[in-house]
C-alpha cells in the first residue's frame, strides 16, 4: 500500500492542469472586439448552403475531424474530403415538439469545385 501512495500522488499532480484545458471555449477565447494583441480582428467568412445531409456527405467519403456540442440545441461537426471543409449541425428529434427525425444542415467554408461536393 505504501507504493500506492506515491503513485497516486504523481497522477493527480500530473493530470490536474489536463482538468484547465476542458473549458468551453468562451472561457479562454478573448471576447470579439477586445483589444489585445492575443486578439485577431473578426474576418467575414463565407458560409455556403450545401444541399446535402450529414449522412449523405459521409456517404460520399467525408470524414468527420471534429465534434462538439452545439449549444445544447444539436451537435456540430467539422467534415473533410479533397481539400474542402464543411461545417454540420445535427438536430436530434425533440419529443414534444413538430420535430420527429434527426436533420442536420451543412454549410462550406471554403469554395470547391462543383464536382467535388457531388462526387
Known amino acids: 500500500m505504501k507504493h500506492l501512495s ?4 504523481a497522477l493527480t499532480l500530473l493530470l490536474l492542469p489536463a482538468s484547465g484545458f476542458a473549458q468551453n471555449a468562451e472561457d479562454w477565447l478573448p471576447p470579439s ?9 473578426a474576418v467575414p467568412t463565407t458560409l455556403k ?3 446535402d445531409s450529414l449522412a449523405s ?3 460520399k467519403g467525408y470524414r ?3 465534434t462538439a456540442d452545439y449549444g445544447g440545441s444539436g451537435a456540430l461537426f467539422t467534415l473533410f474530403r479533397q481539400k474542402q471543409t464543411v461545417l454540420c449541425v445535427l438536430t436530434a428529434p425533440t419529443p414534444g415538439t413538430d420535430q420527429n427525425v434527426p436533420t442536420s444542415r451543412c454549410w462550406s467554408l471554403n469554395e470547391p469545385t462543383s464536382e467535388a461536393v457531388k462526387k
Not at 33 to 41: E, M, R
Open 6 to 9: 506515491p503513485i497516486f500522488m
Open 49 to 51: 448552403p450545401v444541399p
Open 57 to 59: 456527405l459521409l456517404s
Open 64 to 66: 468527420i475531424t471534429t
Open 33 to 41: 472586439g477586445v483589444k489585445s494583441p492575443y486578439n485577431p480582428l
